[in-house]
DNA sequence: TGTTAGCACTCAACAGCATCGAGTGCTAAC
DNA sequence: GTTAGCACTCGATGCTGTTGAGTGCTAACA
């Protein structure tokens, strides 16, 4: 049995309904609808097809039907009409992202607030992996006896800062003049090049050979596991409470406990280098705490690399149309915040 | 009527069992218990004298008694007898405290899931008031045309930046050159000394004005409204639904919706200099949605002042006792990590 | 005079049962 | 191919009786 135009209608009404309402629809429901000119008989029968098709299924005997995984994936792959956000809207998201700090986090952290406020799910991003990141400026800060601040300007901006330590009795302007050698043969090289380039100033180093080692070390560390907790951000932890599917407090603690692993988070957004939209859809997600979640991700850039994530995390009923608009409109949003940073 | 010992008795059997099971407790449970050596008959009689009092409530006729606002005020006032930690426990808090960077708001972060993985309740530190901090170094470092990070190092460690405007053209030399007469200016001042100090600066100005008078706004702003939401942090937000008095989702949503407000949180938080442990139990904390649950707050130092605030949030029925010395002895640890700073 | 046993009483929680209604599948007529 | 009609299913709702934990009161006891 193949899907004919009525099947494809109906079982878009079905959708779109279940997605408002989270209730099983019955025929008599659909067949109201506008545009669909059939009676509720009628309707029964293609939705026994679609049922036995697998895109519907019946909670028990006299309940309405409900989408399946299945019919959820034909949707987000055929079925649905992208809408438009409102010029007002974009305006709206614009002006919170762009209103913060040139900090990388400081601008992740407003984009997960304005990507939950917009979509009132629960948002995630991942901050730019470092190797696709350019460094401007190296400096290191004094801050105890034998304690610098690393600071790296990239690119993107400032990067999170780290703490490493420094022979006895350095002095600030000694740090400076490391700070000023390190910058000199870092700037403008992509993080992927730094061990070439420290190799160099280790051979004909003026300068303290141990301290350029760990300064090396921090710099590599941070570039390949992809750095420490706070470069997952979650926005709107609690907007998933509002959803009925969340009505039972031990499922709401379950999704909260998968919010605070940002390991997870991190594989859970993973995805190939491509800019295109992402949508899985219930267990495509591999994670049995999120069977009924649908997780939707997008890239954004840093100059010219595919570069981070970000997410969306919702019920799987969730209004993927306003979603993927709202994920495609702050990718962008955020790419040119981060790159084309003055 | 007067409370006579045996009220005290019966009255701290009740509290005891109900922060245990939450559960409104009877007279037979009383009586069976070690060290009360009536009958369930005699303990209704004390009951119904202390619901007379206000110390007790009656949830409905046949049910037991629950402890009143009240009587959980008399028992951490008067009745509750400390319990120590463990060494153990002890140890092991310490430990993950202190295997974190320097950076302030790490330490304050990790602290915060120490304290809420120590109580299984909500924790809540308000980072240090920087008026109560010394600098120890002042470092701009140049971001991109116009602007500069500024890294504020006290003897706390290191303060949360800021990114500041500085002149067109300004090299990364020149801004050195400002860094260390800012240093040299304003090394172990307190961050109340430093409008004096830059007055001073000011007036010999050797190096733009304009700069100098940014960078004083930037920390004098810093320094009067209490920074930015990062310097109130939440641990464990989740706790809260593990217990009964949440496990209806609206209040749980209430909950975390005031979790989310720092603004708020910094308002529950603040407290009197004195470094006692403040116990604010039901209504007594001013806010409706947080009307069944207790705020116990204790104070850290850095230096010589007493400086920020930590917290734990739970229902009313807590478990005072260890609630209490966990923050006693996180307030010590806190302090001496920010203090010893080496 | 304070303590306790006994007993009638209260009331939430729970299980059982009938009712209701939204929704279905099937059949027959259009 | 479409639809009206009808019997059927089953969760939700509400009513009822039962159970049991717990109380208050009274009277007996030490």
């Known amino acids: 049995m193949q899907l004919d135009e009525r099947k494809y209608l109906i079982l878009q009404a079905i959708i779109d309904d279940y997605i408002l309402t989270a209730m099983p629809v019955g025929s008599r429901t659909i067949s109201r609808k506008s545009g669909v000119g059939y009676s509720p008989a009628t309707i029964r029968n293609e939705m026994s097809d679609l049922e036995e098709l697998g895109y519907l299924d019946q909670p028990h005997t006299s309940a309405g039907r409900v989408p399946s995984n299945k019919a959820y994936r034909l949707y987000v ?26 900090q990388v986090e400081g601008v992740i952290r407003s984009a997960a607030g304005v990507l939950s406020d917009a979509t009132k799910y629960t948002s995630v991003i991942v901050a730019p992996k470092l190797s696709t990141l350019r460094i401007k400026h190296v400096q290191l800060v004094p801050v105890a006896d034998r304690l610098a601040l690393m600071v790296i300007v990239t690119n993107a901006g400032i990067v999170k800062d780290a703490v490493i330590s420094v022979p006895e009795g350095m002095t600030a302007d000694e740090l400076y003049a490391v700070s000023r050698t390190l910058t ?38 941070r570039l390949e596991a992809g750095g420490d907790a706070s470069d997952v951000i979650v926005g709107g932890p609690a907007n998933m409470l509002e959803y009925p599917e969340y009505s039972d407090v031990s499922k709401a603690r379950n999704f909260l406990a998968v919010l605070e692993s940002k390991d997870t988070l991190r594989k859970l957004l993973s995805r190939d280098g ?16 999120l ?6 991700t997008a890239s954004y850039r ?24 709202v994920l495609e409109f702050m990718g962008r949003a955020l790419s040119d915040v981060l790159s084309e940073y003055r």
């Not at 055929?78 to 913060?100: F, G, I, P, W, Y």
């Not at 491509?274 to 705490?289: D, T």
């Open 184 to 221: 000199e043969k870092l700037a403008d090289k992509p993080l992927e090049a730094v061990r070439q380039a420290f190799a160099e100033l280790l051979r004909n180093a003026e300068y303290n050979r141990k301290l350029l080692g760990e300064t090396l070390q921090v710099i590599e560390k």
């Open 274 to 289: 491509s800019m295109e939209i992402s949508i899985r859809i219930g267990p495509e997600n591999q994670l049995p705490a």
């Open 291 to 296: 069977n009924d979640c649908s997780i939707v």
């Open 302 to 325: 840093v100059g010219d690399h595919s570069s981070g994530t970000l997410g969306i995390i919702g019920p799987t009923r969730m209004n993927y149309n306003r979603v993927i608009s």
């Open 77 to 102: 792959d055929h079925l649905m009409k992208t809408v438009k956000l409102t010029s007002d809207e974009r305006e709206r998201m614009q002006d919170h992202l762009v209103a913060k700090s040139k």
